[in-house]
């Protein structure tokens, strides 16, 4: 499928390297129209923009692009039967220009390496509701303040990694397994999958919504990320945030408190991203998705879904050797990173071909 000006939005808010951005087949005037209007000029990208790094490699590439289209025209047939086209938008020069010289002073502060950026992630609204404003016509958004280094601080929980937004689209394509139902994230990171949580729950009943995760500078940036004024997740009514730590399953003396929490948050949906990619740490994730799946009356108790990226075969099969031992186990997909509809941008160093499997999870019969 040839590319559109929507896949430059969406690259854009993303932070895809220009260099990979495909140029859809438009003439000047429609892709001029579209970068100024949806991208220089849109008031979220204001409020919300990617990192000046990237923009600067971003509107410099733009530039180009637009300045070669315009040349084409202005040689090209069309100019016998209309206008030539028109010349760029000073403001789109000017943007760059400040951009360039706003780098080279924080460069002369001593500052380095790549900065957090916000990163605005697009789907098709649908059945998710959108914001007030959306940022594309018919589109609904997750924006978050992420990390662009794959550890920062000692934690890779600053970023979105692949898994969620494997795991989010799915819920998106299955509002009915978030609709109505109280959700506990596990590890939730940055708080991708809180953000499209909250708002499947925002397009009818709103129950519970408790993103954990141990590290503390993590779930900080998780509430910062759930309350920005153009995520729906910022008008949830029952938002929680609870520090929590798998080993707890595993320790007798905390485990009582563990139990009081979960009877407390009482989740019919646990869902967690990227979580198995340790061995360490398999044997503490198993025990709290089998404490969380113990949780509730009695029924068939919560479902988890949780979504694996298959880096290492052996940790990938330990993790699926000790859940058998717990918890029922369902394999419902296997995806792979560029099969998602967020980005193109894998995460770094990694292929796009990579798997992801995506596992529904039970009490054991
Ligand atoms: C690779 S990140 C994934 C973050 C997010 N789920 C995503 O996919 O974007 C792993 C997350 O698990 C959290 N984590 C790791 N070990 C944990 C533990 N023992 N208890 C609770 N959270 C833990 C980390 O703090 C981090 O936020």
Request: aromatic residues 8%; hydrophobic residues 40%.
């Amino acid at each position: 499928m040839s590319a559109s000006l929507f896949d430059v939005l969406r690259a854009y808010g993303t932070l895809q390297p220009p260099k990979g951005i495909e140029k859809p087949d438009v003439p000047f005037a429609a892709a001029h129209e579209f970068l100024l209007k949806h991208l220089l000029l849109n008031p979220h990208f204001d409020d919300y923009p990617p990192s000046r790094q990237y923009q600067i490699k971003f509107w410099k590439w733009a530039i180009e692009w637009l300045e070669s289209l315009m040349s084409d025209e202005a040689r090209g047939p069309l100019i016998r039967f209309c206008t030539p086209p028109d010349s760029l938008d000073e403001r789109m020069y000017t943007h760059h220009v400040e951009l360039m010289s706003e780098e080279a002073i924080a460069k002369g502060a001593g500052s380095a390496g790549p900065t957090p950026s916000y990163m605005t992630y697009l789907w098709p609204s649908g059945d998710s509701a959108s914001v007030g404003r959306p940022v594309y016509p018919g589109c609904a958004s997750a924006t978050l303040l992420e990390s662009r280094t794959i550890t920062e601080g000692g934690t890779t929980g600053l970023r979105t990694w692949s898994a969620s937004l494997i795991l989010g689209q799915h819920m998106l394509s299955h509002p009915e397994l978030v609709k109505g139902k109280r959700v506990l994230e596990l590890g939730c990171g940055s708080g991708f999958l809180g953000v499209v949580t909250g708002s499947i729950h925002a397009s009818a009943d709103e129950p519970s919504l408790w993103l954990t995760d141990m590290n503390e500078s993590v779930l900080q940036r998780c509430k910062v990320n759930m309350r920005l004024f153009c995520n729906q997740s910022h008008t949830h009514p029952d938002l929680n945030f609870e520090l929590l730590d798998w080993s707890d399953a595993l320790s007798p003396r905390k485990r009582p408190a563990l139990e009081t929490f979960f009877r407390r948050a009482r989740p019919d949906l646990v869902l967690g991203a990227d979580l198995a990619y340790d061995p360490s740490i398999i044997p503490p994730l198993v025990n709290i998705l089998a404490a969380a799946l113990q949780s509730g009356d009695g029924g068939p108790g919560p479902t988890a879904y949780i979504a694996v990226t298959v880096r290492n075969e052996e940790t990938h099969s330990d993790f699926l050797r000790q859940a058998k031992q717990l918890l029922s186990v369902e394999d419902t997909h296997t995806f792979t990173v560029a099969e998602n509809i967020f980005t193109r941008t894998a995460e770094l160093g990694q292929d796009a071909s990579q798997a992801i499997r995506l596992y529904k999870f039970g009490r054991k019969p």
